[in-house]
């Protein structure tokens, strides 16, 4: 590391200790931007880290379609400490001939960055695979890491279908059972075969990794619209599975820690009304959950994600809505989740009819102690074949969500 960039990374990591203890104290901080200007191309669930230097890494993928089109791969942008602009564009993944999707990037504990991403077979979610790439040279501003290994993510889930009935003998006790019996047998029925157990695990959320150094991997099946995470106990170099969180449509997991070590896991709703977002939790490290139950929190069918910070608080950024992808907002938590105290737009579009989409958001906070959102951009309201998708990155301080919608107007 050069002297500059130590300099650096010294100053924010003192800047985020004082923070954090309250010792320091800023006015409301928010800053919005597009990492590339809008386009008519494709761009969509993107992730975003920041790597040891304090530069920031966003990935998504990129194409004329979402799945259905064979030339979709994972692109990536860099935003270095001390430069105000994204770097251009690079390709992170391409599998020749088939859709690439849903990125996730992560440091090990050896600070190495991780990609991981689905390789659709045949143009559906149902049919496709975990790949990933590990890389300990990823510094360089305009250029792909340097992947120095690569490969699958299979997996056969032990006891599988059994694990799913007895799931869903314990979740049918807290739902109309006659109201959702097709969707009951189908998923029984799904659950003994071996191709639909094994094939079609997404990923969408950051792991989780305990202070044991368990990563925890959140997946999803499209097949069986329901969730499982994949568990790793030496740093990546071999996976094994939880226990499914079986319920109707509890897709896309995002993972917290409490204090007392319990693990939460909220998810999409892809499923019945009530629209609300899922929940479930686990009392041994993330092998075995709860049936998921709602929340009082909205959710029209649409990613989130939940981050722990510096302070304790929890970070929630989801669509805070019933219907449609039109309001995007951050909920701070001081409580593990038993309250959202306070809740700021990062975009909100009332005009109805698809208007604009602001969806599929990734969460961080930087050793700075701000926090970073990249979400899905989609304006559409604008005339068929006009540039209208980007990926955005907003930045935003605590006390910014704190003083919420009325008191503060973003700035542009």
Not at 50 to 72: F, I, M
Not at 382 to 409: C, M, N, Y
Request: with cysteine; aromatic share 10%; charged share 20%.
């Amino acid at each position: 590391m050069s002297l500059r960039r130590f300099v650096i990374a010294l100053v924010v990591t003192i800047a985020f200790i004082l923070g954090s203890s309250g010792r320091m104290s800023a006015a409301p901080f928010f800053r919005t931007e597009l990492i590339f200007p809008l386009e008519k191309w494709h761009n969509h669930a993107s992730c975003i880290l920041e790597l040891p230097s304090g530069d920031l890494l966003v990935t998504w993928y990129h194409g004329s379609a979402e799945h259905t089109a064979d030339d979709v791969r994972i692109e990536g942008a860099r935003k270095v400490v001390g430069i105000q602009s994204w770097s251009q564009r690079f390709t992170m993944a391409d599998s020749p001939n088939f859709p690439d999707g849903n990125p996730i990037v992560f440091l090990d504990r050896k600070q190495q960055l991780w990609l991981v991403w689905s390789m659709i077979v045949a143009n559906d979610w149902r049919a496709s695979f975990l790949k990933y790439r590990v890389s300990a040279d990823y510094r360089r501003r305009d250029e792909t890491p340097v992947w120095k290994i690569g490969d699958t993510l299979l997996f056969a889930p032990r006891d599988f279908r059994s694990d799913v009935r007895r799931g869903l003998a314990a979740y049918i006790k807290t739902i109309p059972v006659a109201a959702h019996a097709d969707r009951i047998v189908s998923l029984t029925n799904l659950a003994g075969d071996k191709f639909i157990s094994r094939m079609g695990w997404v990923s969408r959320s950051h792991p989780l990794v305990l202070p044991t150094g368990r990563i925890l991997l959140p997946l999803y099946s499209d097949s069986l619209s329901l969730s499982m995470m994949a568990i790793s106990d030496d740093d990546g170099q071999s996976w094994t599975t939880s226990k499914p969180i079986v319920g109707i449509g509890n897709i896309q997991p995002t993972l917290v820690r409490k204090n007392n070590r319990t693990l939460v896991a909220y998810m999409r709703n892809a499923g019945p009304p009530p629209r609300r977002l899922y929940v479930s939790f686990s009392n041994d490290e993330g092998f075995t959950w709860s049936p998921p139950s709602l929340t009082n929190l909205p959710n029209p069918g649409s990613a989130s994600e939940v981050i722990r910070l510096g302070n304790g608080y929890w970070a929630l950024v989801y669509n805070d809505a019933e219907e449609g992808r039109h309001s995007l907002a951050v909920s701070l938590s001081d409580d593990e989740g038993k309250s959202w105290r306070w809740t700021r737009h990062l975009e909100r579009d009332n005009r109805g009819g698809g208007a604009g989409q602001f969806h599929y958001p990734s969460i961080i906070q930087t050793r700075d102690g701000l926090i970073h959102v990249s979400y899905s951009y989609f304006l559409e309201h604008l005339p068929e074949g006009a540039p209208r998708k980007a990926i955005k990155h907003v930045t935003f301080s605590l006390d910014w969500v704190k003083a919420r919608d009325s008191q503060i107007s973003k700035k542009p």
